[in-house]
């Protein structure tokens, strides 16, 4: 048999999804596996937007689904799995040892959440952010943000190392290193020893880690210093190069070549970041914003080196040559909520249920748990029915998607969602509609700023969990927009363009462009605006930039009473 495999595995924020396909794009074999202990919400404060996640989740995770997509193969066809590649969240950094080794997994740090992974949307670290952006444009030198949209997040690489160095002394003391989830279980898998050996992914470090080669790197010891002496001596244990995700990180390790029973040869390839490589599997090209539109969003562009010079996008989550595909220009943007607006508006609605299933005894019964099952199901697509059979009124309730802050444009995890318009008459539909309508003017906004910064948007491709399952959704951002959006075939877009960066690092295909040609899955439908709403739908999101612009001020009258700043020692 000369038909070649290859395996992408993608790292999303509940659980892990492996992809076994052929070098042809046929999909052989996917498996799922949730992460344990976060199903059980263990490590986490939602009141403290504090989110963290095990190192053994993840390890224990992936060596489930490995074993579950390999499985049924012969000896000879296991011989022909040519690479893995693996994308994850982020940034979702860990302190480790010299190692390399989380500290969670060493001894007296197993139940610590500050020795564990701070998973993308943890917004413990906003004043660090602030300080970050203040010290950013308040100093003689190079301007670090400049290439990350010119406003550092909460959500970011340093933002959140200097929060744990500041609050956690026996971490502080313990941790050699930092590194990103898609640099680790690269590492991981490729049995590293030696943290400065460990790969460091392209789109990782200048998206999050204000990482450029006009910076000779990382920033240096001395803004570091400046940000706070703790960092002092950082930069030099962490890295100078970066790799793009075409490349190889080494072989899988004889430890998992046994765990999985692979007897051959196995490239790993360099990590990267979820929306990067679903970009990738959805045949992104110049000038499409690639929505990958889950919980969150990340929207990815790539342009010609040459149309953009030396000009900078201001206000995105940055631009990096070769974060997307190598010998371009990938441009990143996105919204911090967009399917968990509707999990949360969700979860409002069946307080009741969680309340009684654990009082009431008619919940115990056969006929109760089927009815709790049959409401936890139903109620989204029954919202989303009655909401798509409403008009649209220049007078109807609007609000903000900032339940969990801001990405972009201009990243503020301290603004809020809020919501003006609603009277006793407003129904539960209603504002399910009005809160899908602020996800859609997000986006829109995201849109407008690209264009204003001289970036033009020449089509919309929607990938991710909402694409494929929410058709109100994905109308309503249609009309919204103004544009048709085309929206991938596969159900596993991300883990897709993973295992076609491992077709790549693994001499399979010689491109990313050839490997995007073969292995791609196309599109499954488009959907066309609705240019009878399209008038009314800019009257209401002239509201939602007047309702933003009063949350701001609010905001920032706030924050101008109180402190940033300070360690805990």
């Known amino acids: 048999m000369n038909q070649k495999f290859l395996i992408g595995v993608d790292f999303g924020t509940d659980s892990v999804r492996a992809l076994l396909v052929s070098s042809e794009g046929e999909v052989i074999q996917s498996s799922v596996q949730n992460y344990t202990r976060w199903a059980n919400g263990e490590f986490c404060d939602s009141g403290e937007n504090r989110y963290r996640q095990h190192p053994l989740d993840y390890i224990e995770s992936l060596e489930a689904v490995l074993k579950d997509v390999l499985d049924g193969l012969s000896e000879k066809e296991k011989k022909q799995v040519k690479g893995i590649s693996v994308d994850t969240t982020g940034s979702t950094p860990v302190a480790v040892n010299k190692k390399g080794t989380p500290l969670a997994l060493c001894s007296g740090f197993e139940e610590n959440p500050n020795a564990m992974f701070i998973l993308w949307k943890d917004h413990t670290a906003v004043d660090e952010a602030g300080e970050i952006n203040k010290l950013a444009k308040n100093r003689d030198g190079p301007d670090y943000t400049?290439?990350?949209?010119?406003?550092?997040?909460?959500?970011?690489?340093?933002?959140?190392?200097?929060?744990?160095?500041?609050?956690?002394?026996?971490?502080?003391?313990?941790?050699?290193?930092?590194?990103?989830?898609?640099?680790?279980?690269?590492?991981?898998?490729?049995?590293?020893?030696?943290?400065?050996?460990?790969?460091?992914?392209?789109?990782?470090?200048?998206?999050?880690?204000?990482?450029?080669?006009?910076?000779?790197?990382?920033?240096?010891?001395?803004?570091?210093?400046?940000?706070?002496?703790?960092?002092?001596?950082?930069?030099?244990?962490?890295?100078?190069?970066?790799?793009?995700?075409?490349?190889?990180?080494?072989?899988?390790?004889?430890?998992?070549?046994?765990?999985?029973?692979?007897?051959?040869?196995?490239?790993?390839?360099?990590?990267?970041?979820?929306?990067?490589?679903?970009?990738?599997?959805?045949?992104?090209?110049?000038?499409?914003?690639?929505?990958?539109?889950?919980?969150?969003?990340?929207?990815?562009?790539?342009?010609?080196?040459?149309?953009?010079?030396?000009?900078?996008?201001?206000?995105?989550?940055?631009?990096?040559?070769?974060?997307?595909?190598?010998?371009?220009?990938?441009?990143?943007?996105?919204?911090?909520?967009?399917?968990?607006?509707?999990?949360?508006?969700?979860?409002?609605?069946?307080?009741?249920?969680?309340?009684?299933?654990?009082?009431?005894?008619?919940?115990?019964?056969?006929?109760?748990?089927?009815?709790?099952?049959?409401?936890?199901?139903?109620?989204?697509?029954?919202?989303?029915?009655?909401?798509?059979?409403?008009?649209?009124?220049?007078?109807?309730?609007?609000?903000?998607?900032?339940?969990?802050?801001?990405?972009?444009?201009?990243?503020?995890?301290?603004?809020?969602?809020?919501?003006?318009?609603?009277?006793?008459?407003?129904?539960?539909?209603?504002?399910?509609?009005?809160?899908?309508?602020?996800?859609?003017?997000?986006?829109?906004?995201?849109?407008?700023?690209?264009?204003?910064?001289?970036?033009?948007?020449?089509?919309?491709?929607?990938?991710?969990g909402v694409a494929k399952k929410s058709p109100y959704v994905m109308q309503t951002l249609a009309t919204v927009l103004n544009r048709p959006i085309d929206i991938v075939s596969s159900e596993h877009t991300c883990a897709l363009g993973s295992a076609m960066f491992a077709a790549v690092a693994s001499g399979t295909h010689s491109t990313i462009e050839n490997a995007m040609d073969a292995m791609g899955s196309g599109f499954e439908t488009t959907y066309e605006p609705d240019q009878s709403k399209s008038e009314v739908y800019k009257v209401l999101f002239d509201r939602y930039k007047k309702l933003g612009a009063y949350e701001e001020r609010r905001v920032e009258r706030s924050s101008s009473k109180g402190k940033i700043g300070g360690s805990i020692e």
């Open 146 to 464: 400049r290439f990350v949209g010119g406003v550092y997040s909460s959500e970011w690489f340093w933002a959140k190392i200097l929060h744990t160095l500041r609050v956690d002394k026996k971490v502080r003391d313990a941790a050699y290193s930092w590194a990103e989830h898609c640099d680790w279980i690269t590492y991981e898998l490729t049995g590293g020893k030696d943290v400065h050996e460990m790969k460091r992914s392209r789109c990782a470090a200048g998206h999050k880690a204000m990482w450029n080669e006009q910076f000779e790197g990382l920033p240096s010891e001395t803004f570091l210093k400046a940000l706070d002496p703790l960092l002092g001596g950082l930069r030099e244990k962490l890295y100078r190069s970066t790799q793009t995700s075409d490349t190889s990180a080494g072989l899988l390790s004889q430890k998992w070549a046994d765990k999985l029973g692979l007897p051959g040869r196995v490239t790993v390839g360099v990590g990267a970041f979820d929306a990067h490589m679903g970009a990738v599997g959805g045949e992104i090209k110049p000038y499409y914003l690639s929505k990958v539109m889950g919980t969150s969003t990340c929207d990815m562009l790539v342009v010609p080196r040459s149309d953009l010079d030396d000009s900078c996008v201001h206000g995105i989550c940055g631009q990096v040559d070769g974060s997307v595909i190598p010998g371009m220009i990938g441009l990143e943007a996105g919204q911090s909520a967009f399917g968990d607006l509707y999990a949360w508006f969700n979860s409002l609605l069946l307080w009741p249920l969680q309340v009684l299933e654990s009082e009431e005894h008619f919940f115990n019964t056969e006929n109760g748990k089927h009815l709790q099952q049959e409401i936890r199901t139903k109620t989204l697509e029954k919202l989303s029915e009655q909401a798509s059979r409403l008009g649209v009124d220049p007078d109807d309730p609007v609000a903000l998607d900032w339940l969990n802050g801001r990405r972009t444009p201009d990243a503020n995890q301290k603004l809020t969602m809020g919501i003006e318009g609603l009277t006793l008459g407003t129904s539960a539909p209603q504002i399910f509609k009005t809160i899908v309508e602020a996800s859609c003017f997000g986006a829109k906004a995201i849109v407008e700023r690209f264009e204003v910064e001289g970036v033009p948007i020449k089509g919309v491709i929607g990938l991710g």
